[in-house]
């Protein structure tokens, strides 16, 4: 009942910025949290960012602290990543992802519904 959508991936150079955009659409909405994670050339999936949908706490991998902001509107579904000071190593396919019953949000097997991904790809 739930699809996703992101984009805003791109190319930018070393300490440049991008902002990905997150939207669900459903005919109900009532996710626990949304969340980002990447997955980079020849590596595993992991976690990057996610936000509790409606208190709006908010996680960072220890990786994009300081960099990486996540934010979301509910009123239109959509959540955003704002990517500062990007790294080579921030190079990756970024998936945002929907989990509709509380779990973990650093947990890729704990969310529900996946976008198809946007790629991120940053020059040194």
């Known amino acids: 009942q739930v699809q996703v959508v992101e984009s805003g991936g791109g190319l930018a150079q070393a300490g440049g910025s991008l902002r990905l955009s997150c939207t669900a659409s459903?005919?109900?909405?009532?996710?626990?949290?949304m969340g980002w994670f990447r997955r980079a050339p020849g590596k595993e999936r992991e976690f990057v960012a996610a936000?509790?949908?409606?208190?709006?706490?908010?996680y960072y991998a220890d990786s994009v602290k300081g960099r990486f902001t996540i934010s979301r509107d509910t009123a239109k579904n959509t959540g955003y990543l704002q990517m500062n000071s990007l790294k080579p190593d921030d190079t990756a396919v970024y998936y945002c992802?929907?989990?509709?019953?509380?779990?973990?949000?650093?947990?890729?097997?704990?969310?529900?519904?996946w976008g198809q991904g946007t790629q991120v790809t940053v020059s040194s």
């Open positions: 992802a929907v989990q509709l019953r509380y779990g973990a949000v650093q947990r890729h097997p704990d969310y529900d519904y």
């Open positions: 936000s509790r949908w409606w208190s709006g706490t908010t």
């Open positions: 459903g005919r109900t909405f009532s996710g626990s949290a």
